[in-house]
């Protein structure tokens, strides 16, 4: 079945240090392909998405890109704030077909300054 | 805007005990769904409702799982009896529903957070 593998937490980091969390999924279709954050108490938020192979999203310093070769959808960014302590969650969509979400298990991140 | 909200925010009960969310979703929403998030694991559907009807409900433990979202609008998920393995956060979340196929942001409330002892 349709699933997504990110890589085991926690993930701890010195301020300014370069981030990358990998996410590999599998999918029968053609899957969007999405990372959201949940920030301590808060509900989850999208935080970028890509729907097609070759796409890159990106926000808030953020990106990640869609590799229908490797079929991975790896979390980057080069210099984290405290802020940015959180969990993170890749997930997919089949197109054309449930709207569901299946998650990964999730990544936390904690940044210290 | 507001938000999808949640109510309890917390909850503790004993097993065999029944329990019930409510959810109200971003106004104008059409699509609204329900997700179990266990302890260290991703979100996983339990039910998609579009309108007041049920999108896929494969996934919500029927026997002792509902949920009914009668006009539409709101939603309740109830559980009963609950189990120990039932302690999780309830996730609701809802987005625009204007037509299948359209690959819509979903937006999520803060979730329930449930123990059962």
């Known amino acids: 079945g349709d699933s997504v593998t990110q890589m085991e937490g926690p993930v701890t980091l010195s301020e300014e240090a370069f981030l990358t969390i990998n996410c590999t999924y599998t999918?029968?279709?053609?899957?969007?392909l999405f990372w959201y954050v949940q920030y301590p108490g808060e509900g989850l938020q999208l935080l970028l998405k890509?729907?097609?192979?070759?796409d890159k999203g990106s926000n808030k310093g953020f990106e990640a890109t869609y590799r229908k070769e490797t079929t991975s959808f790896h979390l980057e960014k080069g210099s984290v704030q405290v802020s940015d302590s959180a969990v993170y969650f890749c997930?997919?969509?089949?197109?054309?077909?449930?709207?569901?979400?299946?998650f990964g298990k999730g990544t936390k991140l904690t940044v210290n300054p | 805007e507001a938000g999808v909200a949640q109510s309890p925010r917390y909850k503790i009960i004993e097993k065999r005990q029944s329990v019930a969310f409510w959810c109200n979703p971003i106004?104008?929403?059409?699509?609204l769904y329900w997700y179990q998030q266990i302890l260290g694991q991703g979100p996983k559907l339990l039910i998609q409702?579009?309108?007041?009807?049920?999108?896929?409900d494969s996934q919500l433990p029927k026997d002792r799982f509902s949920a009914e979202r009668l006009k539409g609008v709101d939603s309740t998920l109830k559980i009963q009896p609950a189990k120990l393995e039932d302690s999780a956060v309830y996730l609701c979340?809802?987005?625009?529903?204007?037509?299948?196929?359209?690959?819509?942001?979903?937006?999520f409330g803060p979730g329930t957070r449930l123990l059962v002892l």
């Open positions: 999918a029968t279709g053609y899957p969007s």
């Open positions: 890509a729907t097609k192979a070759d």
């Open positions: 979340a809802s987005s625009l529903g204007l037509a299948r196929g359209i690959q819509e942001t979903q937006y």
């Open positions: 409702f579009q309108n007041n009807g049920v999108v896929d």
């Open positions: 997930a997919l969509r089949l197109q054309g077909g449930s709207e569901k979400l299946v």
């Open positions: 106004s104008g929403h059409a699509t």
